[in-house]
């Protein structure tokens, strides 16, 4: 079992539509998470750190289910610019190594 | 500023020749990390430094793997007797500090290395 899993997608979404996608972890141990944005053929970007409580930076919202032990990424109000890859991440070890997910690849169309 | 930036961009090799990639990490960024990302896969932790230590260097692939950093910035990650399983795109990230993962990971573009 993959120690970060992602829906590989693509999930096609209408423009101004809602998505929202999880990614499960195997490590209960784990202590940050992070969801990554990749554009194809691009090194990838901080979109925004999740906490424990939920959090949210624009039309992005970000959930943690520590007793499900997955993550989640809610994107409001679809962009043609969200198209992308989102990789999940999440810290493990006590210094920190990171580990990241497959990606879960988004299509807003027109 | 100047964001990471690695070289060279491409790097087409033969079965068997050493290459050596380079990174530059942010200025005053103390901790910087090397990944490997194959086609259609998610990035995989190879090494990351704490100035110029390497706590874990576990996530190398094989011992053919290795890699430096010197004064604290500029980084090499040297693959000898590179095989057509190297092929992938290995990138840079640094960040500000090391704090258990929780700083923000800033990458490079990356080095496609083709292993013919």
């Known amino acids: 079992r993959k120690e970060v899993e992602q829906d590989p997608g693509p999930f096609n979404v209408p423009e101004g539509a809602t998505v929202a996608f999880n990614c499960t972890y195997s490590?209960?141990?784990?202590?940050?998470f992070f969801w990554y944005r990749q554009d194809c053929r691009k090194e990838p970007k901080l979109l925004m750190s999740v906490y424990s409580s939920g959090n949210e930076d624009g039309r992005f919202t970000a959930q943690l289910n520590r007793a499900s032990q997955y993550i989640s990424l809610l994107i409001r109000d679809s962009k043609l610019s969200d198209s992308a890859t989102y990789l999940c991440?999440?810290?493990?070890?006590?210094?920190?190594?990171?580990?990241f997910g497959a990606g879960t690849q988004v299509v807003v169309t027109p | 500023g100047a964001g990471v930036s690695q070289s060279p961009s491409n790097k087409v090799t033969e079965k068997g020749k050493d290459v050596e990639l380079r990174c530059d990490p942010i200025?005053?960024?103390?901790?910087l990390y090397w990944y490997r990302q194959s086609l259609g896969q998610g990035l995989e932790f190879l090494i990351y430094?704490?100035?110029?230590?390497?706590?874990?260097k576990s996530g190398l692939p094989s011992d053919r793997f290795s890699a430096e950093r010197t004064g604290g910035s500029v980084s090499t990650l040297t693959i000898q007797r590179t095989q057509q399983e190297d092929s992938a795109v290995y990138l840079c990230?640094?960040?500000?500090?090391?704090?258990?993962?929780?700083?923000?990971?800033?990458f490079g573009p990356g080095t496609r290395l083709l292993v013919l």
């Open positions: 991440v999440v810290n493990f070890d006590s210094w920190g190594k990171l580990q």
């Open positions: 430094f704490q100035g110029n230590s390497a706590p874990d």
């Open positions: 490590n209960s141990a784990s202590q940050s």
């Open positions: 200025s005053g960024h103390t901790a």
């Open positions: 990230a640094s960040s500000l500090a090391w704090t258990g993962g929780k700083e923000t990971q800033y």
